[in-house]
């Protein structure tokens, strides 16, 4: 059994900074890719940013120069650094860890909620 285990997510004042962490827990021991998505209230999820096994990232545009995001192979856990943030970033972010380019796990969702 695989489960995917976010934490890290909170309360924040804007401009504030947040690190949420993404961990895969069972008996697949490789990914393609580890990303991060986010849905706000009443809005569809959407995509946050990507990093591939090799390093590569993306990023949505909305994100870029504010967030970045890392991973460590070997403790398959993917991290996601949340700098300057804005009342605009507050969602529930998901995990998504994906070992083969069509198949992979989600994660429950940590809440990051971004208020004065």
């Known amino acids: 059994q695989v489960q995917v285990v976010e934490s890290g997510g909170g309360l924040v004042q804007p401009g504030g900074s947040l690190r949420l962490s993404c961990t895969v827990f069972?008996?697949?021991?490789?990914?393609?890719?580890m990303g991060w998505y986010r849905q706000a209230p009443g809005k569809q999820r959407e995509f946050v940013a990507r990093?591939?096994?090799?390093?590569?990232?993306n990023y949505a545009d909305s994100v870029k120069g504010r967030f970045i995001i890392s991973g460590d192979n070997a403790k398959k856990t993917a991290y996601l650094q949340m700098n300057s943030l804005r009342p605009e970033d507050t969602a529930v972010y998901y995990c998504?860890?994906?070992?083969?380019?069509?198949?992979?796990?989600w994660g429950q969702g940590t809440q990051v909620t971004v208020s004065s």
């Open positions: 069972g008996s697949i021991f490789s990914f393609e890719t």
């Open positions: 990093i591939t096994s090799g390093g590569s990232t």
């Open positions: 998504n860890a994906m070992y083969t380019s069509s198949r992979g796990y």
